[in-house]
């Protein structure tokens, strides 16, 4: 029975932390362009490293 009354408790929890009213797409928005920004920065930092690898003598 305690871990009934735990359960629903942290469902109760979860709904309301959830759900601010800001769809989710919104939400989402954000943290995608700068995941975005940040994927194309570590590739220009991976071209980077290659060639000042390269550059060494260390081909990867």
Request: glycine letters at 6%; a negative charge; proline letters at 3%.
């Amino acid at each position: 029975m305690q871990t009934q009354c735990w359960l629903v408790e942290w469902a109760q929890f979860l709904t309301e932390e959830l759900d601010d009213g800001i769809p989710f797409g919104e939400k989402m928005a954000t943290p995608t362009a700068k995941l975005s920004d940040q994927f194309a920065e570590s590739a220009t930092l991976e071209a980077e490293i290659k060639k000042n690898l390269a550059g060494l003598g260390y081909e990867l």
